[in-house]
Structures are given as C-alpha cells and as structure tokens.
C-alpha cells in the first residue's frame, strides 16, 4: 500500500518542508479528529511533544484542526511518547498524539498517533486519516457551537513520574547509586531526573537544557561520548542516555562501557522470570538480534521469537502471543505490562532494580552472555532490485550454506532509505567476515550495473 504521508512511525520530515508543515499537520488535526470522532459526547485528545522548536509550529496547527472538527484538546507540553500512550488511555481520550522526531535531529519532525487504547494506529487507520486528508475538508467542520476547547494539563509530568515509579517492586529504592543521566536536551529532560532522585538516587545531569536547536546534539543515546565521559569522572555505578522522546535508552556500566538492547532484554527477562511475572515463555526480538541472546535464553528454558525489525512489529508480536518483553537490539525495549510502547525511563528503572536487589555492579548484571561475532554492513543503489540478481541469489545461499546451523544471515532492504543491509553472525569471526563481504562485492556489482 502507498501512502502519502505516513511511513513506518507516523509523519516525519524537514520542518516547515512538505510534508512536515503547517499546513499538512492542521489537515492531519482535521482528518485525525474527524476519524475519532463518534457519538454525542465530548471527545478529547492530548497532544505531548519534545522540545524541538518546531513543536510550537505544529502543535498550534493540530490544536486548530482538532478544535475545528469539535474535539477537545489537551496539550501535556514536553513529555516523552510512552508518557503521552500512557496518559491516552489515564485521560480517557480518543486519541493521542506526539510531535517528535524522535533521535533526528532539530531541524526534522513528526507527528505520531496513538488510538485510545495507547497503541500506535493500524495501517488501515492511518489510510483513513489519508484519505480524508486528501478530500474536502471543510465538509469536516464542526457547527459553531461545537467547536472544541484547548487547555494546558499542568499535573502530565507528575502523573507520569508517579506511573514509572510504580512500576517497580514494592520498597525498592536507589539510595547509595550513583547515576549519570543524558536527557538529550529532549522530553525526559524533567521527568527522567525527578524520577531517579525521589527513588533515592545520586543523579548527575546532563543534556537538561534545550533550547529548542540542541535535541540530540552531541548528546543522548545517539551520541554517548559524553556520558562515559562523565561517569568515569563522578565514578558512578551507571550511565543512562535517553533519545530525544525519551522512548529508547542506552546503559553505561561503571566501566563505561555500552549494554546493548539484547542484553537488556536478557537481564530483565531473566529477572522477570525469577520473580513469576515473565509471559508467553521467552522474550520478543527482531531478526538483528544475537543469536548469543537466543542461546541464553534457551539454556533459561525460554523462547526468543523474532519479527521483522521496528518496534510495530514486536509489539504486534507480543499482543498476538501474550509475551509482555520485547525489543530491539537498538535499545528500543517494550514492557507491555507497563507501556504499550519503548519506555527508556521505565527500562532504566527496571534495569536499576535488579542492581539495587543484587547489589552487584552493572558490568556484572549486565553481561548476561556473549555476543556472536557479528556483521553488519550497508550496500546503497540508485536502481532497480539488486536482490533479484542471479549472482547476489547464489552468494546469499552459498552464503548460508557456508554458516550452517552454527550462525545466522539477513539481508533485508531498508525500509526509509535505497539500502540493503547484510547481517551475518556466526561463533567463526572470519567466516562471518568472508560471508558478508562475498554478498556485499555481488550487491555492489548488481547496483552499478
């Protein structure tokens, strides 16, 4: 299905360029608002946003659409997405909305849409949103006595400091850990700090001043340079770096160095399990996820299902088969219990209570096992389908072959830009190596021909 606006996360694009403008973000209030709207009663949506400076341009704009077509608005201000899912469904609202752009940076946004139930909209929602976006719109408008009203909820950052917390097991503080935090100038930049210190935290702070230009400058999960820096220089027991919407988290051990998404998934599905609280027998992960993970996993007596990589898709996933773990290896991690969407903060919190509990450090909590060599690398193309080609064919299942039981290959194309991707891991380092780089020399040739 082509659609014109929405990709794979909502609308995304350069700010005040089509089609992240104003224009299109108060059609997208209209169409949105028109969609949601059913039966007599007053209808609302809450609208949160990251601190880019764009997202006072198109919040104002889908504030308009909204009020136009009769619902009610809330606008929660900065806010990270999984709080604005979870306050969708706390508010009673039909809708929910975030303007974010994710770990982009400042001069790119987006608009993402959460149905009532906090859940991310379906491909079939969103071509209905499409395709009243694309008709008369002023057959849309609500009568004058109809129009809806817009307020500012002062008490969102408290609600949802008070929904993380909760999260955790009863009694469990932080008192005596250090922690680092990078709120990469973006919309955890209160709540994540607050959060940590009223559990009793030593928090050092960083990345807490936007200014509307700086969201994930030289900082936050995309840049963590910063971080390691800085917990080698306080000595702290763990660093946690936030993207700009907060939904995604990377860890830093004391020693500075980086957990990975599978191992985050490994501590807190193991953790999980010990307590009696672990669904659907295993952990929810994409197909670039370690096959280390897999084994460890499995030597706990739990399952790893794979979906196609996005987080739409384990969520998919895990809804369909009750699991409540799930991730990518990207640090994006989703804990259904809790979020119907990745959750850095809740993550964080998740991954300091099993350090609080074991009172061991997060180098030893967090290395669960060892990762399989493993290989990524990108092929770009102007034209055509390389993959079709006979020679990229036989490479791939000689490829394969090669690996036998003993590791995985992906190759896939990018879903956002003209690439394909190959993944190769395996216990041998150099046969993954020659894999991947035979594939790689026969995409190359494909796409130059």
């Known amino acids: 299905m082509v659609r014109k606006f929405f990709g794979t996360d909502g609308i995304r694009g350069c700010a005040n360029s089509y089609p992240m403008t104003s224009e299109v973000a108060l059609k997208v209030g209209m169409a949105a608002g028109k969609v949601f709207t059913n039966g007599s009663y007053r209808h609302r949506v809450v609208i949160g946003k990251d601190t880019r400076l764009s997202g006072y341009m198109i ?73 009243l976006m694309e008709g008369d719109l002023s057959a ?42 990078d709120c990469a100038n973006g919309a955890g930049y209160k709540v994540a700090p607050e959060a940590l210190w009223e559990l009793g935290t030593d928090v050092i702070k960083i990345g807490v001043e936007p200014n509307g230009l700086n969201i994930n400058k030289d900082c936050g999960s995309t840049a963590v340079q910063r971080l390691i820096r800085k917990v080698g ?24 160095s980086i957990i990975d998404g599978d191992q985050l998934m490994a501590v807190i599905g193991e953790f999980w399990l010990r307590r009696g609280r672990l669904a659907g027998g295993g952990v929810v992960a994409t197909v670039m996820s370690n096959l280390g993970l897999e084994r460890y996993l499995e030597d706990l007596g739990l399952g790893l299902a794979r979906t196609p990589v996005g987080d739409r898709y384990v969520v998919e996933y895990m809804r369909q088969h009750g699991y409540n773990v799930g991730g990518e290896q990207s640090d994006h991690i989703v804990l259904s219990d809790f979020s119907t969407t990745g959750d850095g903060l809740v993550t964080a919190l998740q991954i300091l209570a099993v350090v609080a509990q074991s009172g061991k450090p997060v180098s030893e909590i967090c290395n669960r096992f060892e990762p399989l060599p493993q290989i990524l690398e990108n092929v770009r193309y102007k034209h055509g389908k390389p993959l079709d080609n006979v020679s990229v064919q036989r490479a791939i299942t000689d490829g394969k072959s090669r690996l036998g039981t003993a590791g995985r290959l992906v190759i896939r194309p990018s879903g956002t830009e003209p690439v394909i991707r190959v993944m190769a891991e395996g216990d041998d380092a150099g046969l993954v190596k020659n894999v991947v780089s035979d594939i790689v020399h026969a995409l190359s040739d494909a796409a130059a021909a």
């Open 140 to 181: 849309l408008l609500a009568m004058p006595e109809k129009i809806g009203r817009a307020k500012r909820i002062d008490s969102a950052r408290e609600r949802y400091i008070e929904f993380a917390k909760r999260t955790l097991p009863k009694n469990v503080r932080f008192d005596g850990i250090r922690a680092v935090i």
């Open 59 to 131: 919040e104002s704009a889908l504030v308009s659409g909204f009020t136009a077509v009769g619902m009610d608005v809330f606008q929660l201000g900065p806010l990270p997405t999984p709080a604005v899912a979870m306050l969708t469904r706390s508010l009673r609202a039909d809708l929910g909305v975030m303007i974010s752009a994710s770990h982009n940076p400042f001069l790119d946004n987006g608009i993402k849409l959460f149905g009532p139930d906090g859940y991310k909209l379906s491909d079939e929602q969103e071509a209905e949103i499409e395709g």
């Open 233 to 256: 220089e306080v000595r702290a027991d763990i660093g946690i770096a936030l993207d700009g919407d907060a939904d995604r988290v990377v860890i830093v051990d004391e020693k500075g």
